[in-house]
């Protein structure tokens, strides 16, 4: 079982959170939930309203796409990945569906919550943003390849 201390050393581990002093990340982990899923459990569908983003602490999850009545899995995070934050710091549904891959455990982070820690922190969200366009470039090569691919 995890303790306050092992939830402050993983948010540690994170990118996002590294220059985070350890008494405020201690903050941050106490006022997360710690949520546990099943395999095959959603943590949140596509189109869902962003209410809050998770860490992962162990296990994987499927990022979905759904359309047209069939889904792809687009991409797959592992242990200290941060997922459902476009959606808080943007305002918007979610893009995607997160799907447990095997059990997953993670630290469930609220919207209002999230949104002041980038008030205090200014620097997560120059973070935050250049993960975002580091992801809408790999999602746009990916899909230029997959339609080279497709038309040869």
């Not at 979905?64 to 941060?82: M, W």
């Not at 209002?112 to 943003?129: S, V």
Request: hydrophobic share 45%; charged share 25%.
């Amino acid at each position: 079982m995890r303790t306050l201390s092992d939830e402050v050393e993983v948010l540690r581990k994170i990118p996002l959170f590294a220059s985070i002093e350890p008494a405020k990340l201690k903050l941050l982990a106490y006022a997360c939930d710690k949520v546990e899923f099943a395999d095959g459990q959603v943590l949140f569908r596509q189109g869902d309203e962003g209410d809050s983003a998770f860490i992962v602490l162990s296990g994987t999850a499927d990022i979905v796409s759904e359309t047209g009545g069939s889904e792809v899995v687009v991409a797959q995070l592992k242990d200290h990945a941060l997922v459902g934050e476009m959606s808080v710091f943007c305002d918007a549904p979610r893009s995607a569906t997160v799907r447990a891959n095997g059990k997953l455990i993670a630290l469930k982070i609220g919207k209002g919550y999230f949104l002041e820690l980038i008030k205090e922190f200014p620097e997560l969200a120059g973070r935050i943003i250049r993960e975002l366009a580091f992801r809408l470039a790999k999602t746009t090569a990916d899909l230029a390849a997959s339609e080279r691919a497709a038309n040869s």
